[in-house]
């Protein structure tokens, strides 16, 4: 590739690639799960990197969900920005619920699109096909996933076809990522893992070892094929449960029912997509569409008593302090503790699928997540707060071309 001047994407400048650069998003990443199998002596990358390497505490995007941070961090931009917000929005003019995996959601362009246009080779693979559309708009590359891969790309991970609930559907990504920077070497690589075997298994245990042990082989490839690696997580992952595995639950819903009447307001969960098995669409964000005339600022102060809630803010203090696009949120957006989540109406959520107890995320609570390069990162501005969207400006424009440990 020929080095060429800056790079703007959605006003924030770029420097070209100076060598392979793969930008990893581990799903659900608390730090603890990497401290972990480094403790354990499964993940000697991980141990290598942390003190080669440059490794930083990030905050993602609340709500510390899927789409929203893997959008941000392709983007380099908050929500308010690529408007990308969860999962599900209300739409009141059609009175629709509606997914908001369709790329005409999305009103940014990607630095991966930028680069492709600008002349770099460009490679995305993500676990879920939900992402695939989304990464990859506006993208003159290739771009799958685990989860709809066909026969080539199967071929290509070496892999046969993961169930969409299983570690293998992350780990296709790292093994078809592996095997595309080995063979094609393209110059940009964004690969997205899924959190399922984080919903299920707390740092450290054996799951959760072998999982990041998995991760650290491939890695380690990666970095003998010659590329700079970013790595970091859409967000955070914390036990949702008492002591006796029962989830700590809010159910918004009935309470608004209480409250105002019956289906008066709505309450939306932007964590619900089409595979909740492993969460039964529990997450601790939520935000809720008032009736007509509600006093918004009173109910806020209902709902911010109720045990277990940690915010209950108005749509404007909210979009304002997490940086979400206005147009997409109910009057009042709701976050609940650490160790709790919130529901809709009791009646609504299955949770006979829940076969560990519920490990979930979506608050303020599973906000902070690594930052890890395998080089030294440089010239940063002291008390800078670094965010997960910040992966690619460090990998581009602060760090020193090889770091000590690399080839
Ligand atoms: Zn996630």
């Given at each position: 590739m020929e080095a060429r001047s800056l790079?703007?994407?959605?006003?924030?400048?770029?420097?070209?690639?100076?060598?392979?650069?793969?930008?990893?998003?581990?799903?659900?990443?608390e730090r603890a799960y990497i401290d972990e199998a480094v403790r354990a002596g499964v993940a000697p990358w991980f141990a290598r990197t942390l003190k080669?390497?440059?490794?930083?505490?990030?905050?993602?995007?609340?709500?510390?969900?899927?789409?929203?941070?893997?959008?941000?961090?392709?983007?380099?931009?908050?929500?308010?920005?690529?408007?990308?917000?969860?999962?599900?929005?209300?739409?009141?003019?059609?009175?629709?619920?509606?997914?908001?995996?369709?790329?005409?959601?999305?009103?940014?362009?990607?630095?991966?699109?930028?680069?492709?246009?600008?002349?770099?080779?460009?490679?995305?693979?993500?676990?879920?096909?939900?992402?695939?559309?989304?990464?990859?708009?506006?993208?003159?590359?290739?771009?799958?996933?685990?989860?709809?891969?066909?026969?080539?790309e199967l071929a290509l991970a070496g892999m046969a076809r993961p169930s969409v609930y299983s570690a293998e559907l992350?780990?296709?990504?790292?093994?078809?990522?592996?095997?595309?920077l080995e063979t094609r070497r393209p110059d940009l690589m964004y690969l997205s893992t899924t959190d399922y075997v984080q919903h299920k298994a707390a740092p450290g245990a054996p799951a959760a070892?072998?999982?990041?042990?998995?991760?650290?082989?491939?890695?380690?490839?990666?970095?003998?094929?010659?590329?700079?690696?970013a790595l970091t997580a859409d967000h955070g992952m914390n036990d949702k449960h008492g002591a006796d595995g029962s989830p700590n639950v809010i159910y918004l819903q009935d309470a608004m029912d209480e409250w105002l009447g019956a289906g008066a307001a709505r309450v939306i969960l932007p964590i619900t997509d089409p595979y909740v098995r492993h969460h039964g669409a529990l997450g601790s964000f939520a935000t809720a569409y008032l009736p007509e005339g509600a006093d918004?600022?009173?109910?806020?102060?209902?709902?911010?008593?109720?045990?277990?809630?940690e915010l209950a803010l108005e749509r404007l203090d909210a979009c304002g302090r997490f940086e979400l696009p206005e147009d997409r949120l109910g009057e009042l957006v709701l976050v609940s503790r650490r160790d709790t989540v919130i529901g809709t109406s009791r009646s609504r959520h299955d949770l006979?699928?829940?076969?560990?107890?519920?490990?979930?995320?979506?608050?303020v609570s599973e906000q902070k997540v690594p930052l890890i390069f395998n080089r030294k990162i440089e010239g940063l501005a002291p008390g800078r707060r670094l965010r997960n969207f910040d992966a690619f400006d460090l990998a581009l424009n602060h760090a020193e071309k090889k770091g000590p440990g690399s080839n």
């Open positions: 790079l703007e994407v959605n006003g924030r400048r770029y420097r070209w690639l100076r060598e392979p650069l793969v930008v990893v998003c581990v799903d659900g990443c080669q390497g440059s490794a930083f505490v990030a905050d993602c995007v609340v709500p510390s969900f899927t789409n929203p941070n893997n959008l941000s961090i392709v983007t380099g931009a908050p929500p308010a920005v690529h408007g990308i917000c969860g999962n599900y929005f209300y739409d009141r003019d059609s009175g629709r619920e509606v997914m908001m995996n369709d790329p005409k959601y999305l009103r940014a362009g990607t630095i991966l699109a930028a680069f492709a246009r600008a002349g770099a080779s460009v490679a995305v693979v993500t676990a879920k096909d939900k992402l695939r559309a989304l990464l990859g708009h506006g993208l003159d590359g290739a771009c799958f996933s685990a989860e709809k891969a066909d026969d080539a992350s780990e296709f990504v790292f093994a078809a990522g592996a095997r595309l070892n072998a999982f990041y042990a998995m991760i650290d082989g491939y890695l380690a490839r990666l970095e003998a094929a010659g590329a700079a690696i918004a600022a009173q109910l806020a102060a209902r709902v911010a008593a109720l045990p277990g809630i006979s699928g829940l076969d560990a107890p519920l490990r979930s995320h979506g608050g």
